[in-house]
Each structure stands twice: as C-alpha cells, then as structure tokens.
C-alpha cells in the first residue's frame, strides 16, 4: 500500500454537485485530494460539481465512489466523526486543531485517517458516528453552530496543513535590522520641530492626537538605521528655504 501523507475526506450522502465541488475546492487549497464519496443522492459524476470546485478538477476526477460508509472507511485505521452534536457515545472528543495533531502522528506511525462528514442537511447519523474512533468538533457559537459542508471541510483541512507548514518565521525587512528606538524617536522629534515651525500643529486641542498619529505612522514602518538617516536628511533638506524665497541672500 502506498505510504499516506493525508487523510481521506469522506462526504456522506452529499445532496448536491455544487457543495461536493466546493469541498473539492477546499481540499485542494491545503493539499488533500483524497475525496470518498458515500452515496451522492444526484449519482456521479455530477456536472454541477466542476464549476464549484473553480479549477479542482484533479480531486473530482479522482474522487471514489461507494454505497456505504462501512465501505468507504474500510482500509482506513482510525476515523473521526465531523459532528457539532452530543450524540452519547463514549468516543473521545477533538477539535480540528487537536485532531490535525492526532492524524500527523497517525500518518507518521504509518496509519491511515479519515475523517467523515454527513449531508449538508441532516448531518451524520448514529449509525455513521458508531463506526468513528472520535467526535471532531468545532467550537463555535453555541448559540449558531450552523456550518456547511465547504466551511467544515476547509477548517480541518487547514488545521492539518498548518501543522505541517515550513514557511520560515518572521523575517525583518531590512538584513541590518531595524533601528534602535534611540534613533526612531530622534527622527519624531525632528520632524515635529520642523512642522511645528512650518504651522502644522494649528490648533492647540488637536496636536496631541495629531502628533501621535504621526508617530504611529512612523513607528508602525520598521525603518532600518539607514532609513532614518536618510529621512532626517529629507526633513533637514525640506525645512530649508528654497533659493528663490525672499530674504536668500544674493
């Protein structure tokens, strides 16, 4: 058997082609295109389902179809049940984020999970949820727990492949680093001297805020030493009058 790098996602009695094609489209964003499908009330293929994958195309083609769940999971090893509802089973309960965890170290002890998710109306039944291991559910309002299927599937598809993501951490813009706030402040400084003189500061009420935005905006841009040496000389050049204002000497 080939080595598994991702679980199944399994569709349930999907109702219609659009939403299969739109959990298509949520797969493929994060990898997967293991997509099982469990008795489609429409049958399969479905012509509705392309344009909803917008360009999936590759999970739909190779998407499985089979008559019951039982069949669906059966090479599978360990299972989750997508649920929002208590349905009274002693199964151990995960969030995507715990279950993404939980399937990494499945997959890397050489197993292989899937995670089941039931028709866009009625959910799964207890029947479907007894052959999971786990309940996955999401913690969302209380209040408003209404997810559809596409919704459901991208967030466990995101969980599982941000736990596995190599994009390297923050890097400062600048190979030098960014200024020390010695030198940031020196250039706040310098700029509210020169349009403090220029009449900026009009009215007395609106300087502190004023003054502070202007801080922030200077702050929030992670200038390099360089940088800030480079405005000080733009401030210094534009406070100077220019050559052909009165009072320039001859």
């Known amino acids: 058997m080939a080595t598994v790098k991702q679980p199944a996602i399994i569709l349930v009695r999907p109702q219609l082609g659009e939403n299969i094609g739109k959990a298509a489209r949520a797969m493929l964003n994060f990898g997967f295109t293991d997509m099982r499908l469990v008795a489609p009330r429409d049958g399969w293929p479905n012509p509705a389902a392309g344009p909803s994958a917008a360009g999936a195309d590759i999970v739909l083609e190779n998407a499985q179809v089979f008559e019951s769940v039982e069949a669906a999971v059966a090479d599978l090893s360990y299972v989750y049940a997508s649920t929002v509802r208590d349905r009274d089973m002693p199964k151990p309960v995960a969030t995507p984020r715990e279950a993404a ?14 995670i089941l998710f039931g028709p866009e109306r009625s959910g799964l039944t207890n029947d479907d949820v007894v052959l999971a291991d786990a309940v996955l559910t999401v913690p969302v309002n209380p209040e408003f727990g209404s997810l559809n299927l596409a919704q459901a599937v991208i967030l466990t598809a995101y969980e599982f492949h941000s736990q596995a993501d190599t994009t390297p951490a923050y890097q400062p813009a600048h190979p030098e680093g960014i200024a020390p706030k010695e030198d940031l402040i020196g250039l706040m400084e310098h700029m509210e001297r020169e349009l403090d003189k220029r009449g900026f500061f009009r009215s007395e009420g609106r300087r502190a805020p004023m ?10 841009a992670g200038f390099s030493k360089q940088e800030i040496f480079t405005l000080r000389g733009v401030v210094k050049s534009l406070a100077r009058r220019p050559r052909d204002e009165p009072g320039d000497e001859e």
């Open 101 to 114: 965890a939980q399937m990494h170290k499945l997959i890397a002890g050489g197993e292989a999970p899937g």
């Open 211 to 220: 003054r502070r935005t202007l801080r922030n905006v200077l702050q929030n």
